[in-house]
């Protein structure tokens, strides 16, 4: 409950001093966490997992508990504040500790992430409804480059959120939604293999869980292995 209280009086700071890069204003909730690690599952070889954008750790806990012996963990998150306390976990937290030496904390943008590691799995807290169209196609593309073949990719966001603020927003920023929804939509379209409504958390959230063929570009051609289904 301490860790719990503390962590929601740093997620309101960051919220308040940096909301570009934050977006929310709690950590994710139970359901939503647990929904967003469910992707991380027991294999017969070990995998390599990434989570961008953590926070304070309330996934990566999830993640965590789900880890095999063998597998590896990258925690990619940009706040410094986060940063620093997910470190301080994997000096102090017992769960945390016992796979400490196979979790890389990286304070870096997720851009920058070489690619000569790929990832089985990939699971992103990235509040992309707040960036620039230029942006959350940087993001994607990377996703793509770092993905094993058929690695997972698990993202949340609210549900509704850019209608909402579509309802509100100037010219300018209704633009930029619409452009994140078509960018989103044809993620959706080809790659989404299941997607949840997480009604338990606050504010209620979509998670789409996508499957890609790993190493390439999102705009190229690929056949889709598995049916697609379209966003909320």
């Not at 934050?22 to 027991?42: D, F, I, K, N, Y």
């Not at 509040?127 to 949340?156: G, K, T």
């Not at 939604?177 to 078509?182: M, N, P, S, T």
Request: net charge neutral; proline share 6%; charged share 25%.
């Amino acid at each position: 409950m301490r860790q719990r209280l503390t962590d929601y009086r740093l997620f309101w700071r960051e919220f308040r001093d940096t909301f570009h890069s934050t977006g929310a204003v709690l950590p994710s909730g139970r359901r939503l966490a647990r929904s967003l690690a469910s992707r991380v599952q027991a294999a017969d070889q070990p995998q390599k997992i990434l989570e961008v954008g953590p926070g304070t750790g309330p996934v990566t806990s999830q993640i965590i508990s789900r880890l095999g012996p063998d597998d590896h963990l990258d925690l990619v998150e940009l706040n410094e504040r986060f940063a620093d306390v997910l470190q301080d976990r994997l000096n102090s937290d017992p769960r945390w500790q016992a796979v400490a030496n196979r979790v890389r904390v990286l304070q870096i943008p997720i851009e920058e992430v070489e690619p000569d590691i790929r990832y089985d799995v990939i699971v992103s807290g990235l509040p992309l409804n707040n960036f620039s169209c230029e942006l959350v196609e940087q993001i994607l593309a990377q996703f793509h480059r770092l993905a094993a073949n058929q690695a997972s990719l698990s993202f949340f966001e609210y549900v509704a959120v850019r209608k909402a603020k579509s309802l509100v927003a100037k010219h300018a920023e209704r633009r930029r939604l619409a452009g994140i929804e078509q960018m989103l939509r044809r993620e959706f379209d080809s790659w989404e293999f299941d997607r949840q409504c997480v009604l338990a958390n606050v504010p209620p959230a979509w998670v789409h869980h996508l499957r890609l063929p790993g190493g390439m570009n999102p705009k190229q051609k690929t056949e889709v292995a598995e049916p697609a289904i379209t966003g909320p």
